[in-house]
């Protein structure tokens, strides 16, 4: 069997056992079947990537089977391997293993977790789907898999409302960019003819050339209407401003989750088709525009915002959306190598972020508020350290023309890149970058002082509260005895009696992994993604051009040393805030009371979605329900009708008395109807 087919299906197979066999297979059997299979998968993608790397391998495509035949509709299922893909697939699996065998610790005490790692494994399937695809069909198809996965690990603890209303956010979310992908792909094959992505790729300039289609009586530029249906998708997948809302809320999942999904895999799988289909997008400068645009409003926006938030887990969902902003903006100024770049480095750091913030959580006794941290770095030492490199590598930290952590090579070459676009929109595009990278520093270096810095706060947490009581054995019927206990316990450092333990090696091991591709992983591996000669790795598989490539490289060196100045910017204003003078920020935000809410409240995007959509939405279906529903169907529709016949069974039933002197009766009855219908006749 050749190893892509294997890589692709194994986590699927390994989905089918766990799910099915669920508490009959046993706990350890389930997550070392679902954990191995994507471990095998992780040891077969690394290959492939690197043989890309070298110029051994050329684009392949593998048949599977016939698929759909209907009139000019005709495709089959094939895994399409090139260096787009090659680079998916190891950024899938690796983060993907390395959640699984995270899991065995995280989610120890879970009494589901065949089900989790099930459904891990299918996420995992979907993805591998998505990024293999040779059609617009197959990618949809995996498209709306990741989208059910996703729905089903978010609402993973069903139990918890709060969980129940984030997945079902997240979604109708997604199904209003999957309506915009979908009127994309039906436009696509309507004009080309075919669904298959390298023929329309090839035709694209020729088709496309002056082509318009007609609306409401108006014409509009065909590449323009398709590619920007095709992004909407891309937007809702990717939590671009406008269909972002779900993508903070998602954190009710467990955090692995988080860490596969909002960091790594799902949601740049809108990245990965906007660059898949990148010479589409070629043809139509209006919709690389609003592309650009779209992804340096959402970086700016989700900055912003990232700066107020308490919730550990929420500052780092606001910085994916962030970051996947400074990747489309990327692709919208034709550096689509810097896009995936950055996709690639941003993978490593952000999942080893989320993961880092799991083994907080974890010491912490699920406390997610940074306002109840401080002094842990004494405590879980090895998890500080990898926050740390995450931090550093996020934060863009390293020395123009030397070396840096993986988001300096990454982040910084796109910058360069917009700047060297020359556009008005692509300037635009730099300063919000610069400023979204200064905030990013900001919000970065805050988590790690209020969580790792200054004294402990813990006793102010419930959670820990808590911990201490049942740590101590003590009901709620001895209270008056357990605050005496928990006082005497009490430490010189406000502990409160609470040590936080550093998470089990399972846990920890694949930090240290993850830390090692945030240090590295730029240095390593950006001589194949955006140097000189990287056209040859890409061939085939995005547009590329060394003219993009030169001018990236021939930019003012202001340029190349403004993401280094704000980054230094953003650390001083943090350290200053949150280590030298910790009355300062609530001074600021007494001072700008009127920002520090707008900004807290995500600039009022759920209220404004809730007046424009929701609240009428529910109002409309109120009163269908009591019109139509009650109205019409139960009373003279189909339930209506299954009343009557309710009621006429209960009758008939009445006279089933199993008596044969009541049958005769019932017979002499008969009789004597019949008779007088003859006489009466």
């Not at 592309?291 to 989700?302: H, K, L």
């Not at 770049?341 to 083994?359: E, R, Y």
């Not at 089990?504 to 000669?533: D, K, Q, R, T, W």
């Not at 809730?610 to 529903?629: E, L, N, S, T, Y």
Request: some cysteine; hydrophobic content about 50%; aromatic content about 16%.
């Amino acid at each position: 069997m050749h190893p892509i087919l294997i890589i692709v299906f194994l986590p699927l197979l390994a989905a089918i056992v766990a799910g099915l066999g669920n508490k009959k297979l046993g706990f350890v059997p389930s997550k070392a079947i679902t954990t191995g299979a994507l471990f095998i998968s992780c040891a077969l993608s690394w290959p492939i990537f690197i043989s890309f790397l070298s110029g051994s391998a050329q684009e392949s495509v593998t048949p599977v089977l016939n698929w759909v035949k209907s009139g000019d509709l005709d495709f089959a299922w094939a895994v399409r391997v090139d260096a787009l893909t090659a680079v998916m697939l190891v950024v899938i699996t690796t983060v993907s293993a390395l959640v699984h065998l995270y899991s065995w610790g995280y989610m120890s005490e879970e009494p589901d977790q065949p089900r989790f790692f099930a459904y891990l494994s299918l996420f995992t399937f979907a993805m591998l789907m998505l990024v293999t695809a040779d059609n617009l069909v197959q990618m949809f198809f995996g498209w709306e898999g990741v989208g059910l996965a996703s729905y089903l690990l978010i609402g993973f603890w069903f139990k918890k409302p709060s969980a129940n209303a984030a997945a079902m956010k997240a979604f109708v979310v997604n199904r209003v960019g999957d309506l915009g992908f979908m009127l994309g792909i039906f436009g696509v094959f309507l004009v080309f003819g075919t669904v298959s992505i390298p023929q329309i790729l090839q035709d694209a300039p020729a088709v496309l050339n002056g082509s318009t289609i007609g609306f409401l009586g108006a014409r509009f530029d065909t590449a323009t209407v398709l590619c920007i249906l095709l992004f909407i998708g891309a937007m809702g997948k990717s939590a671009q401003l406008g269909l972002h809302t779900w993508l903070p809320d998602a954190m009710e999942g467990p955090t692995p989750v988080s860490a596969l999904i909002h960091a790594a895999t799902m949601v740049t799988a809108g990245v990965f088709m906007v660059c898949r289909l990148s010479p589409l997008f070629e043809t139509s400068p209006t919709a690389l525009a609003f592309v650009t645009f779209i992804g340096a409003a959402t970086c700016f926006f989700a900055a912003t915002v990232g700066t107020t938030q308490t919730d550990i887990k929420r500052v780092i969902a606001y910085s994916t959306c962030s970051q996947l902003g400074y990747m489309f903006f990327a692709a919208g100024v034709g550096a689509y190598g810097a896009s995936m770049f950055h996709l690639f480095t941003h993978a490593f750091f952000k999942a080893l972020l989320f993961l880092g913030a799991g083994s907080v959580i974890h010491a912490m006794h699920h406390e997610q508020d940074m306002r109840y941290y401080g002094g842990l770095r004494k405590h879980i030492p090895f998890t500080y350290w990898a926050m740390m490199a995450g931090t550093l590598a996020i934060t863009g930290v390293g020395i123009v023309d030397v070396a840096g952590f993986a988001g300096f090579y990454s982040k910084d070459a796109i910058l360069e890149a917009a700047y060297a676009k020359g556009t008005e929109l692509s300037q635009f595009a730099f300063f919000m970058g610069i400023f979204a990278a200064l905030l990013t520093s900001f919000y970065s270096w805050r988590l790690v002082f209020l969580t790792f810095f200054g004294k402990p706060r813990w006793e102010q947490s419930e959670h820990i509260q808590h911990a201490v009581h049942d740590a101590h054995g003590h009901g709620h019927d001895d209270h008056a005895h357990a605050h005496d206990d928990h006082h005497d316990h009490a430490h010189s450092d406000g502990t409160a009696g609470y040590h936080p333990h550093e998470s089990p090696l399972n846990m920890l091991l694949p930090l240290g992994i993850l830390s090692l591709g945030a240090i590295a992983a730029g240095f390593v591996f950006h001589g194949a993604f955006i140097s000189e000669g990287t056209g040859e790795f890409w061939k085939g598989s995005l547009v590329f051009t060394e003219h993009t490539l030169h001018a990236m490289h021939a930019v003012p060196e202001w340029v190349k040393w403004a993401p280094f100045a704000v980054m230094l910017t953003g650390f001083v204003i943090a350290w200053y805030a949150y280590i030298r003078n910790t009355r300062f920020p609530a001074a600021f935000v007494e001072q700008f009371s009127f920002l520090h809410t707008f900004l807290l409240n995500k600039w009022y995007f759920d209220e404004l979605y809730d007046v424009i959509f929701v609240r009428p939405a529910m109002w409309f279906g109120k009163v269908f329900w009591k019109v139509w529903d009650v109205g019409i169907i139960d009373r003279f529709g189909p339930n209506g009708a299954a009343w009557v016949v309710a009621k006429g069974s209960r009758a008939a039933v009445k006279l089933q008395s199993g008596y044969l002197y009541s049958y005769a009766l019932v017979m002499l009855v008969g009789l004597v109807g019949a008779i007088s219908w003859v006489i009466a006749r």
